[in-house]
C-alpha cells in the first residue's frame, strides 16, 4: 500500500490550492481517510476526515474553505483549498487503510 501526496507549493494569503493522494494498493472507495497537517512548530493535527460513506468532518479553522473530494477512477483523494491563511502553512500529509503519505509542503506567504 502506498499513498503520495502532491500539489503543494508557496502561494499567496487568499490563494487556492488542490493537494491529490494517489493511492495505489488499495481502493480508495472502500475507505475512510483523513487530511492531516504538520505546522513546522506544532504536532500534526487533524484537518478533515472523509468516511467510506456519509458527511465529511472538518476542523473549525478549514470549514467552509477546505472541500474533501475523491476521484474513485483516478484512485485519488483530494484536498481543495481556497481562501488560504498564514496558518495553513504546514506539511499535509493523508491516512487511509493503516498508511501514510510522505507528505507536500504548502506555505502561505506574500
Known amino acids: 500500500v502506498q499513498l503520495v501526496e502532491s500539489g503543494g507549493g508557496l502561494v499567496q494569503p487568499g490563494g487556492s490550492l488542490t493537494l491529490s493522494c494517489v493511492a495505489s494498493g488499495i481502493i480508495v472507495s472502500n475507505y475512510s481517510m483523513g487530511w492531516y497537517r504538520e505546522p513546522l512548530t506544532k504536532p500534526r493535527e487533524l484537518v478533515a476526515t472523509?468516511?467510506?460513506?456519509?458527511?465529511?468532518y472538518y476542523i473549525d479553522s478549514v470549514k467552509g474553505r477546505f472541500t474533501v473530494s475523491r476521484d474513485n477512477d483516478k484512485n485519488t483523494v483530494f484536498l481543495h483549498m481556497n481562501s488560504l491563511k498564514s496558518e495553513d502553512s504546514g506539511d499535509y500529509f493523508c491516512?487511509?487503510?493503516?498508511?501514510w503519505g510522505q507528505g507536500t509542503r504548502v506555505t502561505v506567504s506574500p
Open positions: 491516512y487511509m487503510g493503516g498508511v
Open positions: 472523509k468516511p467510506k460513506t456519509g458527511t465529511t
